[in-house]
Structures are given as structure tokens and as C-alpha cells.
């Protein structure tokens, strides 16, 4: 079920393709290095899932925020939420994600939340991807949205 929400959230993108290896990294996440923190969203009728957003750090942390484009307003709202809540919890001062370059609805999404662009890629498969980082604390280890 994530991977099918996972490859709706890019579907627009004609270059990202399957996701089956963004999957498969989150489910190999090395705990040895670090921590991860997975939750998901559900429709609350129908119990289909909606959304999957996870925080990982090792020992950077890093955020995601998976639903479909059109559901970004609310449910990744709800995700965005949630991670912050997580980041807090953990006291972390910054937080980055990276994303496709050309996904301009999910970067949106994170430049409308604070991120700003920190550095541009091209991915072993040649496509663009972009990394975007915020900080979240100014040392008193409160996480600001």
C-alpha cells in the first residue's frame, strides 16, 4: 500500500518512475546508525491509506511527506504535523528532505513550510533531484512550523 501511495505522490512526474527502491531504503534503514519513525494517514470512512510520512536521522534528520499532489493541503498538512511534533520531541535543530527537481507541487508544499533550497543533484538514473533544508530551533531546542 505505500509503495502504491508512494508511486501516486509522483505520478505527475513522467521522470521519477517506480519507487520501489525509495521503498525499499525506508524498510533497509540502518537502526545501527540511527533512528526512523514511520506513521501514516487514513481516510477515516473508508480506512484506506492516504498518506506516510516518516523522520529519520542518522544522525542528520530527515523528513518525508508522501500523500497524492491534490491531497497536500490536507493531508500533508496533517504529516508535515506530525514530523514537527517527532522533530521536537527529539530536539533537532534542522530537518532536510530531498525531492525531484521538477516536482514543483511537493516543493512547493516544503518552501510554503520554511525550506529553503540547499543544494541540486542529478541521481544515478540522470534525473534532477533537489535538497532542501530548515531549521527548526534557534538553540532552545523548540521546533518553530
Excluded at 514511520?38 to 491509506?49: K, N, R, S
Aim: aromatic letters at 8%; a negative charge; hydrophobic letters at 40%.
Amino acid at each position: 500500500m505505500i509503495l502504491e501511495l508512494a508511486n501516486g505522490s509522483v505520478a505527475h512526474l513522467p521522470s521519477a518512475g517506480p519507487q520501489d527502491e525509495w521503498l525499499r531504503n525506508r524498510r533497509h534503514f540502518d537502526s545501527a546508525s540511527g533512528t526512523q519513525r514511520h506513521y501514516v494517514a487514513e481516510h477515516p470512512q473508508t480506512g484506506v491509506l492516504v498518506g506516510y510520512g516518516a523522520v529519520e536521522s542518522s544522525p542528520e534528520f530527515r523528513l518525508f511527506v508522501v500523500t497524492l499532489p491534490e491531497h497536500l493541503p490536507t493531508v500533508g498538512e496533517l504529516l508535515y504535523e506530525r514530523a514537527l511534533a517527532l522533530l521536537g520531541e527529539s530536539n533537532a535543530a534542522r530537518v532536510w528532505f530531498t525531492e525531484y527537481a521538477n516536482d514543483r507541487i511537493l516543493l512547493s508544499f516544503a518552501r510554503a513550510h520554511g525550506f529553503g533550497d540547499a543544494r541540486s543533484f542529478t541521481l544515478p538514473d540522470g534525473v534532477e533531484a533537489t535538497t532542501l533544508v530548515k531549521q527548526l530551533s534557534g538553540g532552545d531546542g523548540r521546533v518553530t512550523g
